[in-house]
Structures are given as C-alpha cells and as structure tokens.
C-alpha cells in the first residue's frame, strides 16, 4: 500500500490540459524533492519531472511539476494523444522504515 | 548514451531464489550513482526493491529486506539482484535504474523483465 495517494484517472480532450496530484506526508514529500515518471503502455517508466519541477533535456515544456506542503502536482497542457499513459510521483519516505516510495498512479486517458 | 539491460530467468518455482542481472554501458559504475531495481506486479503499480553504490553500500526496502540481496561486479559493470523465497505475489516485471543519490530520481531505467513465480 503506497503512501503517495494519487486519482486513479484524469481525462481531457486533445488540447485541454490536465494536472494529477499527488499527496503525502511530512515524512516525504513535506522534506523531499518529488519526481514524476510516465509510463506508455508496455514500456518503462521514464523521468518527466526532477527535484519538483525541473524537467529533464528532451521532455517538452508542457509538462510542469509543482510543491507545496505535502502535496505535489504534475501539469500537463495541450494535451496529445501521446500523452495517455500512466502517470506516477515518487520520492524518499525519511521515516523510521525510510525508502523510495511511488505513487499509487494515474491513468491518464485523451478523449 | 547511459543503457541498462536486465536478464534472468523468466521463470521461477515458489520457495526459490530469483536471481536477475542487470548489465550498464556507455557509463563505468565506478564512476559513481546509485543502482537500483524496481518492480511492478502485472496491472499495479511501481515498487522500490532496493539500491546499491559502486562501493557495495546498500539500501533495501523494508518490506523485502529480509529477503533481498543486491550486489555489484565492477568489473563486468553490472549489479545483482537475489530475492529469496518467493511466492506468487513476487511475479512481477523488474526494471533496473540508475540514481544520483539512493534519496533522489530513476533517470535511467532498463526496458524491464517479466518474472514468473509459478510451478
């Protein structure tokens, strides 16, 4: 059972923009940099968001990561039929059990 | 260009060990981060296994500690994993990644391997 707890889904049409969120505690994201990872169907996570809200080289600016408290947010506009995918967050629990947690996910579908 | 490629039995007998390699090119382990592997069962979501520096320091999951081993050949530049007594619950998809410290982001992940636990 993950400690990050994210929507299920989000839909949109192409064009429109969507944002997932992604709560936790003070134990992670409330002192720890947020990450966020898109997974297409079949294949491997790969790196969208770093340390909150940067983005690697290579993934367009419509993807934008955002924190504040314990919660983070991982924006995406104009939205493409490229972009359904599952979506997940993820950072360090610095609790007693400390680990790298991830998100439940979120399916992220272009109507 | 920093690939990982993941290899091992596809198949493994509950009770058993799953042994996975993961071998790294176009960057030297030795050279630094962390190296990791993540799993995730078939329809859910992504779970840390546990992660290794080029120097053998390790950091395990809590939940699988008791029966995760990972280790590094530096020389072959690759990193193990060795998950013992497994059950159904274990099969899964394991991808391996890299890390710039065992705290920070996955940004480079293997394409993953599909591991069985069945009889």
């Known amino acids: 059972q993950s400690v990050l707890t994210q929507p299920p889904s989000v839909s949109a049409a192409p064009g429109q923009k969507v944002t997932i969120s992604c709560s936790g505690s003070?134990?992670?994201?409330?002192?720890?940099?947020v990450s966020w990872y898109q997974q297409l169907p079949g294949t491997a996570p790969k790196l969208l968001i770093y340390e909150n809200n940067k983005r690697p080289s290579g993934i367009p600016d419509r993807f934008s990561g955002s924190k504040s408290g314990t919660s983070a947010t991982l924006g995406i506009t104009g939205l493409q039929t490229g972009d359904e995918a599952d979506y997940y967050c993820g950072t360090w629990d610095s609790s007693l059990s400390a680990h790298y947690v991830f998100g439940t996910g979120t399916k992220v579908t272009v109507l | 260009q920093v690939q990982l490629q993941e290899s091992g039995p596809g198949l493994v007998k509950p009770s058993e060990t799953l042994s996975l390699t993961c071998a790294v090119s176009?960057?030297?382990?030795?050279?630094?981060?962390?190296w990791g592997w993540i799993r995730q069962p078939p329809g859910k979501g992504l779970e840390w296994i546990g992660s290794i520096y080029h120097s053998g320091s390790t950091y395990y999951n809590p939940s699988l500690k008791s029966r995760v081993t990972i280790s590094v050949d530096t020389s072959k530049n690759q990193f193990s994993l060795k998950l013992s007594s497994v059950t159904a619950a274990d099969t899964a998809v394991y991808y391996c990644a890299r890390s710039v410290v065992v705290t920070a982001f996955f940004d480079y992940w293997g394409q993953g391997t599909l591991v069985t636990v069945s009889s």
């Open positions: 003070s134990s992670n994201i409330g002192n720890n940099y």
């Open positions: 176009g960057y030297s382990i030795s050279s630094g981060y962390y």
